[in-house]
């Protein structure tokens, strides 16, 4: 069982490279149950940010911890921007048994847009132990699918095999019929335009783009503003859940009648929705509660 008082997030530089198999985690654990938690459980964050530090290297180790009731150890870094972070991350990835392949997918997922030179870039780290043809495969392949990246950074796709996915990919759609059949399957009403002579194939295919693009940023939005409202939540409820915080809120409404005005305009509240709160707060620990490890 974990013994961590409050789940601790994972910093999403930390995801550019796999977790451990089943099996490597169990000898993990067991050496940790044998002879304790040699290095600590690294938690980083921004200079100057009100954000809780996360997990920038030791996930495996935070993991096995909870898998062995071993009382995990951390250490706090604070670094000066979120490029210091990747950076750290991508230097403690130099000691994992993983492939060229798998390295250069992390790196790429680090760092997805190519390095720039010039005065005023930030200098990115080089590569190690992989060329820098192989992370521009790396990223050729980040930039047609994630899915398929993320399949090369836990090893169960080679990324030479993802890259003949991609070539496939890219020839089948370069093709006027491979084309037309995209839009086909994808917007018929843009087929349709073309066929009726209306709008022409590649000005079609353009269009298309565009609005994955546009679904795609509002995917992204929507996700964003998800995340938030439920962080905002998840913090709110720890803060209720201890006494002393909730009998100074209560003792300043019942005493102070300015700060009673204040509370109730900033929380915009409207007593017909005390039920749908009630009702919110237990959705979202029944969302919680079903999520596996």
């Not at 940010?49 to 030791?58: K, N, R």
């Not at 018929?188 to 783009?209: F, G, H, S, Y």
């Not at 939005?221 to 995340?227: A, F, G, L, S």
């Amino acid at each position: 069982m974990n013994m961590h008082s409050t789940p601790i997030a994972v910093h999403p530089a930390a995801q550019a490279y796999r977790m451990m198999t089943d099996e490597e985690l169990g000898s993990l654990a067991a050496s940790i149950a044998d002879n304790g938690l040699r290095d600590p459980i690294i938690l980083g964050k921004v200079k100057g940010s009100t954000e809780q530090p996360a997990i920038v290297d030791g996930r495996n180790r935070d993991k096995a911890c909870g898998m062995t009731g071993v009382q995990p150890r951390f250490e706090v870094i604070e670094f000066e921007d979120e490029d210091a972070i990747r950076a750290f991350v991508k230097d403690r990835s130099e000691r994992r048994d993983i492939s060229k392949g798998q390295r250069a997918m992390g790196h790429a997922l680090l760092f997805p847009d190519a390095e720039k030179g010039g005065r005023g870039k930030k200098k990115v780290p080089e590569t190690g132990g992989f060329s820098r043809q192989r992370l521009g495969e790396a990223r050729t392949v980040l930039a047609f699918s994630r899915e398929l990246a993320l399949k090369v950074r836990d090893g169960s796709v080679k990324l030479d095999q993802a890259l003949a996915t991609v070539a496939e990919a890219r020839k089948a759609v370069e093709t006027d019929e491979g084309k037309f059949a995209r839009l086909d399957k994808e917007a018929p009403d843009l087929a349709e335009l073309v066929t009726e002579d209306r709008m022409k194939l590649d000005e079609a295919i353009a269009a298309l783009d565009a609005r994955q693009r546009q679904a795609e940023a509002e995917e992204k939005n929507k996700r964003e503003v998800e995340m938030r409202l439920s962080e905002a939540l998840y913090r709110g409820a720890l803060a209720w859940a201890v006494p002393a915080f909730v009998n100074e809120v209560a003792e300043r409404l019942a005493d102070n009648p300015d700060y009673r005005r204040d509370f109730l305009e900033r929380l915009r509240l409207d007593p017909s929705t005390l039920a749908d709160i009630r009702k919110g707060a237990d959705h979202f620990f029944d969302v919680l509660t079903n999520q596996k490890d």
